[in-house]
C-alpha cells in the first residue's frame, strides 16, 4: 500500500512555471511524505482527537445545516483522487456554532466547520474550497507525516490560539498512551501549497471552480483572518493565489456542484441565530451544560418531561473510549451531546432555541482545569453551569467516592428551562490521573423521588480507568 517515501522537495511547482512547453502544462503531481505511522494510527488518533475537541466546542444543533455541510464534504471526499483514498477513513462533517473564520480536520477523516466560516465565504464553492484544502490534509496524512519528521505536531491546529490552555493534556483513557500527545501545531507552507494543490483537484473533481479555494482565501484575508483564524493555522505560502489559479488552468472541471440557492438558505437560516460566540469565549467559558445563552428563531422541540419509571434492569455501557464504564437502566438510550455523554428516557431531551434541554438523565463528562485542588476544580466547574443560569441555587458539597475515590457530590437546584419545573441537579466530581476533572451530572425534578435510587446505582457503577 503505502510506499516510504523520501521528502519531496517542491521542484515540480518550479519545472512547470520555468518550461514554456505546452507538453508540460498538466495538473501539479502532489506525492505522500515519508511516514513511520500506520493507516491505522491516523485513524486512533484523529477519533481521541474528535471526542477532545468534541467536549471542548459546542456543535450546532442543526440538522438541516449539518447535513447541508456533510453532502457538501460527501462530494469532495468522493472526488479525492484514487491514490489518496483510504477506504478505512471515516470522514464526517459538523458544525461549530464559533464566530471565528475557521475550520480544521483531525487525522482519519474528522472534520469541523465553524459557523463563521459558512457565514463568511461568498459561495458555496468558497466553503467547499476550505473544505477541500482541509480533506486534502487528511488524505495526505499530514498529521503523522509532521510528527514523523520529529516536528512539533497538533492535531487540533485550528484552534491554535486557545489550544494550549484548554488542551493542556491528554483526556481520559487512551489519549493517556496516545503514541504522541502533543497538541500544537502549524503546517509548514510546504504541506499548504500541497493541500492548495490536491484541495483544487478535488474541487475540480467535484464540480466545483477550483478558483473558488483561491478566492476563498482573499475572503477570509479581507475579513482579517490573519488574526486568530483560519490563516494562522495555515499560513498562506507566498504566491498561494496565483499558485491555485494556475493550477486550475490544467483541470478539467466536472458536472457542476454548486448549488447556490441552497447557500443562501443556509446562510439566511444561520444569521436567523444572532451571533456565535468566539473560539476564545468558548474556551473563557469552560465545560459547558446547558446554558441557554443562544438567541434567535432557532426551532423548538422541548423534552414532554413525561417519562417511564426507571427500569430496574441495567445496562454496562463504555464511553470515552473505554475510558469509563457505567451501568444504566435498560430503558434509558445514550445520547451524545457533544460535551458530554447522556443517558436519558423517552421524553426527557429535547431542544429549546437550538439548545439541549434535558429533564432526566445523568450525564458524563472531562472538564479541562488547570486546578488541582478538588474543591476549587468542582467550583469552576460550577461557576460555569451557572453562567447564563440565573436559576441554578447550590445547595453545598459533601465528600463522597466515585470509583474508589476521592469525590465530592454536590447538590444544585434548577429551574428546567424547557418545562419551568424545580428540578435537583447533582454534580459528582473527581478527578483524572491527568489532573481533569470528570463528572457526573444527574438531573430529575425535585418531586419525582423513584429516579434517586437509580442515580445512587449509577453512581456507584462507574469504573474510571485512566
Ligand atoms: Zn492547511
Redesign the pocket.
Known amino acids: 500500500m503505502l510506499k516510504r517515501q523520501t521528502l519531496i522537495a517542491w521542484i515540480a511547482l518550479v519545472a512547470i512555471t520555468v518550461m514554456p512547453f505546452s507538453a508540460l502544462a498538466q495538473a501539479t503531481q502532489v506525492k505522500y511524505h515519508s511516514n513511520k505511522y500506520s493507516v491505522q494510527d491516523d485513524i486512533k488518533l484523529g477519533r481521541q482527537a474528535a471526542q477532545e475537541a468534541e467536549s471542548q466546542f459546542p456543535l450546532l444543533r442543526d440538522e438541516t445545516v449539518r447535513s447541508y455541510v456533510e453532502n457538501v464534504g460527501r462530494r469532495l471526499v468522493s472526488s479525492i483522487p484514487s491514490e489518496f483514498q483510504h477506504s478505512e477513513f471515516q470522514y464526517y462533517f459538523k458544525v461549530v456554532n464559533a464566530r471565528d473564520i475557521n475550520a480544521f480536520a483531525l487525522p482519519g477523516g474528522p472534520m469541523y466547520v465553524n459557523r463563521g466560516m459558512i457565514e463568511a465565504a461568498k459561495t458555496e464553492g468558497e466553503m467547499a474550497g476550505v473544505m477541500a484544502?482541509?480533506i486534502?490534509?487528511v488524505a495526505l496524512r499530514?498529521g503523522t507525516a509532521q510528527a514523523t519528521k520529529g516536528q512539533k505536531y497538533s492535531i487540533l491546529?485550528g484552534i491554535a490560539g486557545i489550544a494550549g490552555t484548554i488542551l493542556g493534556g491528554p483526556g481520559v483513557g487512551q489519549l493517556a498512551q496516545a503514541p504522541f500527545a502533543v497538541y500544537l501545531l502549524k503546517?509548514s507552507r510546504e504541506?499548504?501549497t500541497e493541500?492548495?494543490i490536491l484541495g483544487a483537484h478535488i474541487m475540480a473533481n467535484a464540480g466545483y471552480n477550483p478558483r473558488d479555494l483561491a478566492e476563498m482565501f482573499r475572503t477570509i484575508e479581507a475579513q482579517g483572518g490573519g488574526g486568530g483564524g483560519?490563516l494562522s493555522?495555515?499560513?498562506s505560502p507566498s504566491d498561494r493565489y496565483a499558485r491555485i489559479n494556475r493550477e486550475a488552468q490544467y483541470l478539467r472541471v466536472g458536472p457542476s456542484g454548486n448549488d447556490s440557492r441552497e447557500f443562501a438558505r443556509i446562510q439566511e437560516r444561520l444569521r436567523g441565530y444572532g451571533g456565535a460566540p468566539s473560539m476564545a469565549e468558548i474556551a473563557r467559558s469552560g465545560q459547558r451544560y446547558p446554558t441557554g445563552e443562544q438567541t434567535g428563531n432557532q426551532p423548538s422541540n422541548p423534552p414532554s418531561g413525561r417519562v417511564s419509571y426507571p427500569s430496574s434492569r441495567y445496562q454496562s455501557y463504555n464511553i470515552f473510549n473505554g475510558g469509563v464504564q457505567v451501568n444504566v437502566p435498560s430503558n434509558w438510550r445514550q445520547v451524545n451531546d457533544g460535551n458530554s455523554v447522556w443517558f436519558v428516557p423517552d421524553g426527557a431531551y429535547g431542544s429549546v432555541n437550538g439548545q439541549a434541554v434535558y429533564t432526566h438523565g445523568a450525564s458524563f463528562g472531562v472538564a479541562q482545569t488547570n486546578n488541582r485542588n478538588l474543591q476549587s476544580a468542582t467550583q469552576e466547574l460550577i461557576n460555569s453551569l451557572a453562567q447564563g443560569n440565573n436559576n441554578l441555587r447550590s445547595g453545598g458539597s459533601q465528600r463522597t467516592t466515585l470509583s474508589g475515590r476521592t469525590a465530592l457530590f454536590t447538590t444544585l437546584s434548577n429551574v428546567n428551562e424547557a418545562t419551568g419545573r424545580p428540578e435537583n441537579v447533582r454534580v459528582i466530581t473527581t478527578q483524572l490521573r491527568n489532573g481533569q476533572l470528570f463528572y457526573m451530572i444527574a438531573v430529575a425534578p425535585q418531586n419525582e423521588r423513584n429516579f434517586e435510587s437509580a442515580f445512587q446505582t449509577i453512581m456507584q457503577s462507574v469504573r474510571i480507568n485512566d
Request: charged share 25%; aromatic share 20%.
Open positions: 484544502h482541509e486534502s490534509h499530514h491546529g503546517f504541506y499548504e493541500a492548495d483560519f493555522d495555515h499560513p
